[in-house]
């Protein structure tokens, strides 16, 4: 019998991801959510004579039921981070389940506070990381932003993602002025990496950097990333090498379900160790003729053998037309190239000042969900839907 959960948060924004996939998932056999974001309306049902399970939610919600209700429900409350709290009247012991985090571990967290045996592992909804990368033949094409929506969907679903800027000059900072903190950031895990190659650490190959030190979590994206060097010598210095290692450490955390990577130029190393890694490419171009052309000309580079990172590059590629407007950009198809998306133009994103805006348009947000729908659930059938194939 599925357990009878009720939550209570203040954002409807973060209830109905929630909902969307327990209902097309594992968990929707063993849960049953009734969630409410007023006050009013979650007050009146708790006094209804209703015995749910367990009720969730954030601190005022969960103090407000405690101070008229003398019940022996469990409770969590939803705080950054996982533990045990004391809200009650009397000091009675709740849980504290972290807010924001990937969607299955939330509801494992909130299975585990009712003690419900699930029947198939949390693992069984895991398959392999997916290495994601975005590139571009082109300057001004969007790619970075098409990067930083994308991990906002995908967080939203239910993902957990992690955002790796390879650029030289980090440029998803413009959009995330607000979630810059204090520490090191990658130039210190790299400076970390390439000590380690020239000291003993290098005849002890099981010791590992922790990388957790250098990353941050982007709370509007739901993602998370390292801080962007300070130290743009470090950057500059990347080799191939040193980027593979990089993606190893990431995949190897087994935290994550994607990694998008954003890089720089094609004739960057960084990019290059990107395109040899990486499960699936994202191309992105301008709806522009010369940059199909620049396009096309990479691509036949790369596969007439200009390096080893061209390996299957045609099977794991995809092109993506952004700011296609009216015009979707078929005109400038030819027989080497077929568009897989496309991206619509905001025109109100040419206007100076606008970087923040670029995470917030619904418009540019559905067409990034139908880019993620073709490209990422293939991907992932099971993590992205919590269904088998």
Not at 173 to 196: F, I, K, Q, T
Not at 234 to 260: A, H, P, R
Request: proline share 4%; with cysteine; charged share 25%.
């Amino acid at each position: 019998m599925a357990a009878k959960i009720v939550l209570a948060v203040r954002e409807s924004q973060f209830i109905e991801p929630l909902l969307h996939f327990v209902h097309h998932s594992d968990y929707g056999e063993m849960l049953r959510i009734t969630a409410f974001s007023r006050m009013e309306t979650f007050m009146a049902f708790m006094k209804s004579g209703e015995t749910p399970d367990a009720v969730i939610g954030d601190p005022v919600f969960i103090e407000a039921w405690l101070l008229e209700s003398r019940s022996r429900i469990p409770w969590a409350v939803l705080h950054e981070t996982n533990g045990t709290v004391n809200s009650g009247p009397g000091g009675q012991t709740g849980t504290a389940i972290a807010k924001y985090q990937a969607l299955p571990a939330l509801l494992e967290a909130i299975l585990q506070l009712c003690d419900v045996r699930k029947v198939k592992p949390a693992a069984a909804l895991r398959e392999e990381l997916l290495l994601l990368g975005l590139v571009s033949a082109s300057g001004g094409s969007g790619k970075t932003t098409v990067a930083l929506n994308m991990a906002k969907v995908l967080g939203e679903m239910g993902l957990s993602v992690f955002y790796l800027n390879l650029e030289s000059v980090d440029s998803s900072v413009l959009s995330l002025r607000s979630a810059s903190s204090g520490g090191p950031g990658l130039d210190g895990l790299l400076y970390e990496l390439n000590a380690r190659q020239n000291a003993d650490d290098r005849n002890r190959p099981g010791i590992k950097p922790d990388i957790g030190k250098y990353v941050i979590r982007h709370e509007r994206l739901r993602c998370e990333a390292f801080r962007p060097p300070a130290n743009l010598q470090e950057m500059l210095q990347m080799t191939k090498q040193d980027t593979l290692e990089l993606l190893e450490l990431i995949s190897g955390s087994g935290k994550y379900d994607v990694v998008l990577a954003d890089t720089g130029g094609l004739e960057e190393e960084r990019t290059l160790a990107v395109l040899e890694r990486c499960r699936s490419l994202l191309w992105i171009l301008r709806n522009d003729e010369a940059s199909l052309y620049k396009t096309e000309r990479w691509v036949k580079q790369y596969v007439s053998g200009f390096s080893d990172s061209a390996a299957g590059i045609l099977e794991r590629s995809a092109y993506i037309m952004n700011r296609a407007g009216d015009d979707s950009g078929w005109g400038f198809l030819t027989e080497g190239l077929r568009m897989d998306a496309a991206l619509p133009d905001i025109p109100s994103w040419s206007l100076r000042h606008q970087a923040e805006l670029r995470l917030n348009s619904p418009q540019f947000i559905a067409g990034i969900r139908k880019l993620c729908q073709t490209v990422v659930e293939p991907a992932l059938p099971r993590v992205f839907t919590g269904r088998s194939l």
